[in-house]
T-cell receptor, first 111, second 112 residues
Framework: RKEVEQDPGPFNVPEGATVAFNCTYS??????FFWYRQDCRKEPKLLMS???SGNEDGRFTAQLNRASQYISLLIRDSKLSDSATYLC????????????FGSGTRLLVRP | EAQVTQNPRYLITVTGKKLTVTCSQN?????MSWYRQDPGLGLRQIYY???????DKGDVPEGYKVSRKEKRNFPLILESPSPNQTSLYFC???????????FGEGSRLTVL
């Protein structure tokens, strides 16, 4: 079993739709969690950190479920510019240097 | 502007011909790392460095070397490249206070 698993997609949704991705992780002791966005042929960039209490940034909401060992990303009112691959990232220990990346979920937003 | 710069961005080489991919950051970060990205496998860490002269292996270090003689630079060395090292490579530096990784634009390497 992979340490971090994501549905590769693609998720194909119309503009304005709400879409949600989940990501499961295997190490129950994992400390911190992130969502990164990666555009085609570009470098990943931090979208948001995921806190235990959940957090929201505009149209984006991230949540953590420690009991079931998954994190989620909800995108409301999808825009064409949201089309990208979303990477789930887990820090299994309290260290800056040991991040585990999921393979990513691809989102396509159509007009 | 805060950035991580890698070179070359694209390279086609042949088996066995030594090459170096340079990486430089201007954010005074202590922690830097190298990743490779392959379809279906996600980003995998090759090497990391916690500070000058301090480096250690990541998950897939075979066939690679690194050095950290200065804080800003962290080159990746392929002494004898092989076709299985054909990949997209990213250098990253980490802001320790937030844990955020800042990636370079990537270096697409093809080994024939």
């Amino acid at each position: 079993r992979k340490e971090v698993e994501q549905d590769p997609g693609p998720f194909n949704v119309p503009e304005g739709a709400t879409v949600a991705f989940n990501c499961t992780y295997s190490n129950s002791a994992s400390q911190s969690f992130f969502w990164y966005r990666q555009d085609c042929r570009k470098e990943p960039k931090l979208l948001m950190s995921v806190y235990s209490s959940g957090n929201e940034d505009g149209r984006f909401t991230a949540q953590l479920n420690r009991a079931s060992q998954y994190i989620s990303l909800l995108i409301r009112d999808s825009k064409l510019s949201d089309s990208a691959t979303y990477l789930c990232v887990v820090n299994p220990v309290d260290s800056s240097y040991k991040l585990i990346f999921g393979s990513g979920t691809r989102l396509l937003v159509r007009p | 502007e805060a950035q991580v710069t890698q070179n070359p961005r694209y390279l086609i080489t042949v088996t066995g011909k030594k090459l170096t991919v340079t990486c430089s950051q201007n954010m005074n970060h202590e922690y830097m790392s190298w990743y490779r990205q392959d379809p279906g496998l996600g980003l995998r860490q090759i090497y990391y460095s916690m500070n000058v002269e301090v480096t250690d292996k990541g998950d897939v270090p075979e066939g690679y070397k690194v050095s950290r003689k200065e804080k800003r630079n962290f080159p990746l060395i392929l002494e004898s490249p092989s076709p299985n090292q054909t990949s997209l490579y990213f250098c990253a530096s980490t802001a320790v206070d937030t844990g955020e990784l800042f990636f370079g634009e990537g270096s697409r390497l093809t080994v024939l």
